[in-house]
């Protein structure tokens, strides 16, 4: 079944450069998630869209954005990057907006070095 | 007081042993809960959920859910190596997300 798809896979910047990271929901699923996770921490909450809308926001930056298009892909853009920027970055999607019984499944992730 | 609350571990088991898995959460309104488990450097893979107190079980898994308790368990039956990885409880938040447990190693013997 075809499943997450993030890219690209890995990605090193130097500080204050900007960062696009890229996710592709499984087919037919219109949630995307975006989750930041720190060495040795679980995965934080940054934000989500349905249907191309932001539906909850958590902690993420000032300096991050992101957006989901007509084609439910979801971009997160990252400027100005800092050291503790450096993490594994996941999406998720799920089918029908963030109700409490859909499940969320994981992409890959995109593991970010800042340098 | 996070959320989400998981011993860390690492918990140890033979192989072939059950392991438990706990969880407690603090949102008295949570509706639904998940168990992920995670190899290092992977991303988090669903095994289980479970919205209804009781018990569910899938092959060698069983989640159950105490919503008076405020706990979610995980048992993993006939423990194998490959089942060492870090196990995330996710609990569901209104809003959409979900808040993880800080996870708990797991490490089965051989």
């Known amino acids: 079944a075809a499943g997450v798809i993030q890219s690209p896979r890995h990605l090193i910047k130097e500080k204050r450069e900007t960062a696009t990271l890229k996710c592709y929901p499984i087919p037919r699923h219109d949630t995307v998630y975006w989750y930041q996770q720190g060495p040795g921490q679980d995965p934080q909450f940054l934000i989500s869209?349905?249907?191309?809308?932001?539906?909850d926001k958590g902690s993420i930056p000032d300096r991050f954005s992101a957006q989901q298009f007509s084609d439910y892909h979801s971009e997160l853009n990252m400027s100005s990057l800092e050291l503790g920027d450096s993490a594994l970055y996941f999406c998720a999607s799920s089918l029908g907006g963030g109700g409490s019984y859909n499940e969320q499944f994981f992409g890959p992730g995109t593991r970010l070095t800042v340098l | 007081q996070k959320e989400v609350e998981q011993n860390s571990g690492p918990l140890s088991v033979p192989e072939g042993a059950i392991a438990s898995l706990n969880c407690t959460y603090s949102d008295r309104g949570s509706q639904s809960f998940f168990w992920y488990r995670q190899y290092s450097g992977k991303s988090p893979e669903l095994i289980m959920f479970?919205?209804?107190?009781g018990d569910k079980e899938d092959g060698r898994f069983t989640a159950q859910l105490n919503k008076a308790s405020q706990y979610v368990s995980l048992l993993i039956r006939d423990s194998q190596p490959s089942d060492s990885a870090t196990y995330l409880c996710a609990v569901h938040n209104q809003g959409g997300k979900l808040i993880f447990g800080q996870g708990t190693e797991l490490s089965v013997k051989p």
């Open positions: 869209f349905y249907e191309k809308m932001q539906s």
């Open positions: 479970i919205y209804s107190n």
